[in-house]
Structure formats: C-alpha cells, structure tokens
C-alpha cells in the first residue's frame, strides 16, 4: 500500500502513543538522548529531504550527506540491488544506493523505539546511535555487482571476497580522502567501530551497545530486510514483502535480555510473524521464481569461470568488482573471455542485446513424495563444487543424445541454491513487563512451518539447459521424457 511522505513522523507518534510511559526499569532520558542526535530529530528539523520510493521523505543532515555524497557511496549508483534479476522482472533495475538510504531511515525508527526499551536505554549513548546510524546507512557500501553470485562460489569453497569485508576495507582505510575519515572529524565516532556492526553478529561485538545495534541488521526482523522485502517487492511488481503492519512491528521492538538482541512484545507477535512469512514468499514467489534462478546460475557460472580462468589474484579481482558497474562487469569478462570458454558462451545468451536465459528440465525438492526425487535430491545436494560439475558432465552427454547434437561444456547446470538463506533466525516475544519471554518459533505455527517449509518446498535443485539444446531435447522426446532420463544419469 502506498505511503505518505510523512509516515515515519506518523509512525513515531504512534510508537508514542503505543508505549505511553518507560518501561519497567526503563529509562527516563531518552528524550534527551534523542534530541542530542540531530539525525533522530523530526524531519524538518533535519534539513532538506531525498524522496525514495514508494512516496518516502528521507531527511538529511549535513553529515549524512556528506556521506552519501562520498564516491564510496555514490559508487553504489551503479550496483544493482538484485542482479540478474531484471531480465525476468523489468522492474527491478534499482540500486544498493537508493536501499541503503532506506535502511537509514528504517534505523532512525528502530533506534527510536529502542530508547523506550530497558535493555537499550541504560547502555546507549551519544557515541552508541551515531555508530548504529552510520552503520545503518553504509551496511552495504562493500557491495559490488553480482555479490551474492560470487559469495555462493565462497560457500562453494572458491576463494570470493565477502562484501562485508570489503566494506570493512572500505571504513577502515586511512588513505586520504576516505569515507572513514569522514566518520572521524564529522561524526567523531570510530570507523573500525562502524566496520564491526556492520561485518559482525551481535554475540561477537565488544559491547551490549553494539551488540543490541548490530542486531538492528542482523536479525529476522531487522532495518535491512524491512526495507529490502518492501523496495524489492515494489521495483518487481509483485505484493509479498510488504504484507506486514510496519507500524505495529515498529512499536512493538524491544531488546531481549537473554540475547541484547531484537524481540517484540506479545503485542508485535502477529506483525513479527507476518514479516517472517513475507520473506518467504519473497524467495518461494520472487528470489527463487524458477526463471530467476537461470539467470543467477548463468551469471555464477560465468564468475567462476572467469575467476578461475583469467583472475587469479583476489586483490585484482575486488579492485575489478569495485570499480564496476553491473554492466560493465559483464562487458570487462567477455572481454578477457574467448568465445569458446564457459564464460564466453553463457554471457552471449545475455549481454549484447540479447536475452536467451537457459530453460529448466529438472527440479529436485523434498516435496516429492517418490523415493528416487528425494535421493535425487540428497545427492546432489550433499556434492561438493567439483562433484557438481562431473554430475554436469554427465548430464550433458546425455543431454547431447536426446538433442541430437554435442552440448558446449557450459550448456548444463545444475543450480542448488545457496545456503543459510532458509535458516529462520530465532526472535524473542516478551511478555508483560519483558520479565518472561519464549521463542517466537515456540508459540508460532506459522515460524515453525516457515523454516520447514523452505527447506521441503522453496529449496529446489533445479538442472537447466542451454535452450536450443533443451528444445531440442523436448522436441524429440518430451518434457517428462527429458526429465526422467536427466534423472537416471543424476541416480547413476
């Protein structure tokens, strides 16, 4: 649903209205802590506004803007948020650059909330929400075209750089004129400080402060996804991320003391829920959409052709990363790439004007109810990155008998998807005066079926084909005939 310019100063006095009167034990000067930040003030007294979709005023101060006028940040213009993703939803050509200014202004709220909170209170200081505000802004400053492309190589075992890493590179560089200088004079806090936010979980932060503030953008609830699941939903076309009342899962945040990290109150419990629920139809509907998936696997494969081939060096490569935009990155490894290479062949298909994404013969998950789909399943998924490719291999040569012709060594892959993204984090509910809390996947069948669900159902290995060649494959022997025998030489 659309949203007013002036939501977030709505939102802000409803988080009042909602939490009339400190917590328990809460503190009694969070107003004055608040009023010394002037990047926590009401919006017109913040200086001129950005406009963000959908219909969002972000108002800047002077040193927020001069972060987000440093070429660190300007370079995110040019990193696409999703990738690929644009050739299956047109829409979806926005940037790290607009959704990072979106989590900043999602932390303002969430750090609002937060000064209510007893936990939060007593530990934060001046110092504490500029860190966690800056952290918010730049949390994606490392990020470079196709990162998540490259960091499922790293999970592979490939050696990629992290994005997190990077941006750590980044804020602690003491070159001259680099945006961690910047936090020095004009923020006066620790860039190393702002670096560990933003690269480290709460349970590995030096202190309760930073602990509570890195969950702000690592938890199943957090500033990050909040923006993420809404701009993406809006840029796709598509409802599922924004199905949750932001409003109420505002006003409901609390730390939990068995953690310092986010939870709600019982009255935040459906909100919570509701958000949890619409990431995963993000990736089950969205993220994971089959076609979307052809393009990633296309654009992995070419990246760790290219990074074994022609980049060995991990510094050349993340200067490489770095410097490019989406396209250019694409262009610069057709370029290094002969036409004959793995590379070369699957960026032909889409780049240049074209769009030729390779098509789907198989999908493997546990929903299948037949014995030889769950093995089918349960091995490729337990291969390491070279068992992948001799499975590859040899669905190939299959592939070629069924299409009449030899299949390029690039023209079969087989796509699992990257892991940890179905993990559904726990999240606290307290109850009360925030004396008893429970685990919201312990009270809620709905996180309990999320976190079972991805990984029965969202959670597909799926083989995909150049497509002349699968075409031609389902012209002479179908699209169950093609699938059963992909599947024999998977078994074999």
């Not at 070159?175 to 190393?192: N, S, V, Y």
């Not at 098509?359 to 998950?365: F, I, Q």
């Not at 998924?381 to 669905?395: I, N, P, S, T």
Request: hydrophobic share 40%.
């Amino acid at each position: 649903m659309p949203r007013g310019g002036g939501e977030a100063d709505f939102a802000d006095a409803r988080m009042g209205n909602d939490m009339a009167g400190d917590p328990p034990g809460g503190p009694s000067n969070a107003g004055g802590l608040a009023a010394s930040v002037p990047e926590l003030a009401p919006p017109f007294s913040r200086g001129a506004p950005v406009r963000i979709p959908e219909l969002r005023n972000v108002a800047l101060t002077r040193r927020v803007l001069g972060l987000i006028d440093h070429p660190d940040f300007q370079r995110l213009r040019r990193v696409k948020q999703l990738g690929p993703t644009h050739l299956v939803y047109p829409g979806a050509v926005h940037t790290r650059f607009e959704h990072s200014i979106g989590v900043f202004e999602n932390a303002r709220s969430y750090i609002l909330a937060l000064l209510k909170d007893r936990e939060f209170a007593p530990a934060a200081e001046e110092g504490s929400l500029l860190a966690g505000l800056a952290a918010a802004l730049l949390h994606d400053v490392g990020h470079y075209p196709f990162a998540h492309s490259l960091e499922a190589l790293h999970h592979k075992g490939l050696a990629a750089p992290k994005h997190e890493d990077l941006a750590a590179d980044i804020l602690t560089g003491k070159g001259a004129g680099g945006i961690g200088l910047l936090l020095e004079k004009e923020w006066r806090i620790d860039p190393g400080r702002v670096a560990a936010i933003i690269s480290k979980p709460p349970q590995a932060q030096d202190n309760p402060a930073d602990a509570m503030l890195s969950s702000m953008l690592h938890s199943p609830i957090d500033a990050d996804k909040m923006d993420y699941l809404d701009r993406d939903s809006i840029h796709m076309g598509v409802p599922y991320g924004r199905n949750y009342d932001r409003d109420r899962l505002l006003a409901s945040l609390r730390i939990s003391p068995r953690n310092r990290t986010l939870a709600v109150t019982d009255k935040g419990k459906i909100s919570a829920e509701i958000f949890i629920f619409c990431r995963y139809t993000m990736f089950s509907e969205a993220y994971w959409h089959h076609t979307v998936r052809s393009a990633s696997a296309m654009a992995e494969r070419a990246l760790e052709d290219f990074r074994t081939r022609a980049m060995p060096d991990g510094k050349d490569l993340a200067r490489l990363l770095l410097s490019s935009s989406d396209e250019d990155l694409l262009a610069e490894i057709a370029r290094r790439s002969p036409a004959s290479s793995s590379a070369g062949r699957i960026l032909a298909h889409f780049t240049s004007g074209r769009r030729s994404l390779f098509k789907r013969v198989l999908s493997l998950s546990l929903v299948h109810t037949e014995a030889e789909y769950r093995a089918a399943y349960e091995k490729v998924y337990a291969l390491d990155r070279g068992g992948v490719h001799k499975l590859e291999d040899a669905v190939r040569e299959v592939v070629s008998m069924l299409a009449g012709f030899r299949l390029h060594a690039a023209d079969v892959i087989v796509d699992t998807p990257p892991p940890g993204k179905d993990r559904v984090e726990e999240v606290d509910v307290l109850f009360g005066d925030g004396g008893d809390f429970s685990p919201l996947s312990g009270i809620s069948k709905i996180v309990e079926g999320v976190g079972a669900d991805f990984v029965k159902v969202v959670k597909k290995i799926r083989v995909f084909v150049e497509p002349e060649a699968a075409a031609a494959a389902i012209s002479a022997h179908g699209k169950r005939g093609v699938a059963e025998k992909v599947l024999r030489a998977i078994l074999a």
